[in-house]
C-alpha cells in the first residue's frame, strides 16, 4: 500500500512538473489575447488622408482587433485620461454654442437686410429732400444687417472649423503609446 501512495505521489509531482509549463504559457496566451482586445490603434491610410486634407475630421482611434471605434470623450477615457474626456466634452459645447449662435445672428442680420427695404423705403413718387428721412432707417437696415450677418457666418465658421479635441493628433499617437505601453505592463507581456 505504501508503494502504491508513493507511486501516486510521484505520477502527481510529475503531472504538476510537466504541466506547469502548459498552465503558465496558457496564461500567456490568455495575456496575449487581453492585449489584442484592448489595444489602441489608428488606421494610418486614415490619418495621412486627414492629414493631407485639413477640412476632414480627425479618424477615430480603433480599440483591438475588433476595430471598436472610440472617438471624443470615449477615446479619453479608454486611455484613462478622464481630464482630457472633460476638456474634450467642453470644448465641443463651446462649438456648438459658436455654431448656434453664428446661425442665429446671421438668420437675424439676413432678416433685417430683407425687411429693411419694405419696412423704410421711400413711397414711389416722392421726391429725394421728402423722403431724406427715410434714408438713414434704410441704409441702418441695410448695412447693419449685412455687418451682423457676416459676424453671425464668422461665429458659425470658428465653431464649425474648430477641433474639440484637446491634443493634437502627435500628442494622442503618443498618449495611446503610453496607454499600450502601460497595458503590457499590466499584462506582464514584453513589446
Request: one cysteine or more; hydrophobic letters at 45%; charged letters at 20%.
Amino acid at each position: 500500500m505504501a508503494d502504491s501512495t508513493l507511486i501516486c505521489a510521484l505520477l502527481l509531482l510529475t503531472g504538476l512538473l510537466v504541466g506547469a509549463p502548459g498552465l503558465a504559457q496558457s496564461a500567456d496566451e490568455e495575456a496575449a489575447r487581453s492585449y489584442r482586445k484592448q489595444y489602441i490603434w489608428f488606421d494610418e491610410n486614415e490619418l495621412a488622408t486627414a492629414r493631407s486634407h485639413r477640412g476632414l475630421p480627425r479618424p477615430p482611434a480603433c480599440q483591438g482587433i475588433e476595430r471598436v471605434p472610440l472617438d471624443g470623450a470615449e477615446f479619453y477615457r479608454a486611455i484613462g485620461r478622464d481630464d482630457l474626456a472633460e476638456q474634450y466634452r467642453f470644448n465641443l459645447a463651446v462649438r456648438w454654442t459658436l455654431i448656434g449662435i453664428g446661425l442665429g445672428v446671421n438668420a437675424a442680420g439676413l432678416a433685417a437686410v430683407a425687411a429693411g427695404p419694405a419696412l423704410f423705403a421711400p413711397p414711389h413718387r416722392q421726391t429725394l429732400g421728402s423722403c431724406a428721412g427715410c434714408i438713414g432707417p434704410l441704409l441702418l437696415s441695410v448695412f447693419g444687417g449685412s455687418a451682423t450677418a457676416a459676424l453671425g457666418m464668422g461665429l458659425w465658421a470658428w465653431g464649425a472649423l474648430s477641433d474639440p479635441h484637446p491634443a493634437d493628433l502627435p500628442t494622442t499617437r503618443e498618449l495611446v503609446d503610453e496607454y499600450n505601453k502601460r497595458l503590457l505592463g499590466e499584462l506582464s507581456l514584453d513589446e
